[in-house]
């Protein structure tokens, strides 16, 4: 569950980056959006910041102990997508000494994406 400033800017950039499709989104009486979301069948939830409930973005937190792998086929072209789409570059990606081409960005919440597949062995 990754918590997050607007829900429903997170939802468009998730589309636009990693090609995220919305599965089901439910919103609360208090207007808070939660959303499944799935990344080549991968699910995963995203859900809009309530304090009242500890529920805090990276935003807010200044900062996130989480870092999201995320496997592809072309890390290079996703890793542009996620930039056009609004993310910003932590380290750019290249060939890592533990066998994996990588790079890592932090979404506009501020939530850590690695980037990557394994290198060819």
Do not use: C
């Amino acid at each position: 569950m990754l918590t997050v400033k607007n829900a429903v800017a997170a939802i468009e950039f998730y589309r636009a980056a990693f090609g995220a499709a919305e599965e089901e989104r439910a919103t609360a009486p208090t207007g808070h959006v939660v959303s499944q979301m799935a990344i080549d069948g991968l699910r995963f939830f995203l859900v809009d910041e309530n304090p009242e409930a500890f529920n805090l973005s990276p935003r807010s937190l200044g900062g996130t102990s989480v870092r999201l792998n995320l496997i592809v086929e072309d890390p290079d072209a996703t890793t542009a997508a996620a930039l056009r789409a609004g993310a910003s570059e932590i380290f750019p990606v290249s060939d890592q000494p533990y066998g994996f081409r990588q790079g890592r960005v932090a979404d506009p919440d501020g939530h850590h994406w690695l980037i990557g597949k394994p290198l060819a062995r």
